[in-house]
């Protein structure tokens, strides 16, 4: 299993500019999200889909959309890029706990992504 | 609003020494608390989950403990090595368990 995998690892794009950030799971899992951190911030929800063809908004959507393609994928798109945008963007998903009475969040590498 | 603080920030110790971090939480009505490692530039690692009805789990050289009631919950390790160097980051679900609030991380060294 490679777990959750991320793509790109890196990215710099221009003020106004678009693009996806993809994520993939193998471990099929229902849920996943996108999580973006920030120095002095922590770890902040974006947006997440609790099964194939759901998505919900977390703590700080604006600006991002995403798409769950299949139970596998879940994409997060900036439509126009600000430099606000510039942060790491984590991808993960969720399990049943071994115990089956709770749930375990897993993540990815994560995507650098700075807005000039 | 939940919300989960990590104290200390950062912690540098010499290897060998036994150390504690703490978290805390505001809204005790959790199912659980997970522990994570981040490594410089990389993703976080789940390191250990304890229940809601447990007070501890441990893993190797790792304990957590939960103390829902005072709004707490420790990582203890012990015999710290270097390769424990790393940010250590606590979170807890919502009600609905689609949302992990997580602290702001303790950044452990560890010297030679």
């Known amino acids: 299993n490679a777990g959750v995998t991320q793509t790109p690892k890196f990215q710099v794009l221009k003020t106004g500019q678009s693009m996806t950030l993809q994520c993939a799971q193998d471990?099929?899992?229902?849920?996943m999200y996108w999580y973006r951190q920030d120095p002095g911030m922590g770890l902040r929800l974006i947006y997440y889909?609790?099964?194939?063809?759901?998505?919900d908004k977390g703590e700080v959507p604006n600006g991002y959309n995403v798409s769950r393609l299949n139970k596998r994928e879940f994409s997060l798109r900036l439509e126009s890029a600000a430099p606000s945008q510039t942060s790491v963007y984590f991808c993960?998903?969720?399990?049943?706990?071994?115990?089956?009475?709770?749930?375990?969040?897993?993540f990815g590498p994560g995507t650098r992504l700075t807005v000039t | 609003k939940q919300e989960v603080t990590q104290i200390p920030a950062a912690l540098s110790v010499p290897e060998g020494e036994n150390l504690v971090l703490n978290c805390s939480f505001t809204?005790?009505?959790?199912?659980?608390l997970q522990w994570f490692r981040q490594d410089p530039g990389k993703g976080l690692t789940s390191l250990l989950l304890?229940?809601?009805?447990?007070r501890e789990q441990t893993s190797g050289r790792l304990n957590a403990s939960l103390d829902k009631s005072s709004g707490r919950s420790t990582l203890y390790i012990a015999a710290s090595q270097p390769g424990d160097s790393a940010t250590y980051l606590c979170?807890?679900?919502?009600?609905?368990?689609?949302?992990?609030?997580f602290g702001g991380g303790t950044r452990l060294m560890v010297k030679p």
């Open positions: 809204d005790s009505a959790i199912y659980n």
């Open positions: 471990m099929n899992h229902n849920s």
């Open positions: 889909s609790a099964s194939e063809g759901t998505t």
């Open positions: 993960a998903s969720r399990t049943k706990h071994r115990t089956e009475s709770s749930y375990e969040q897993y």
């Open positions: 304890i229940q809601s009805s447990q």
């Open positions: 979170a807890v679900p919502n009600n609905a368990g689609n949302m992990l609030t």
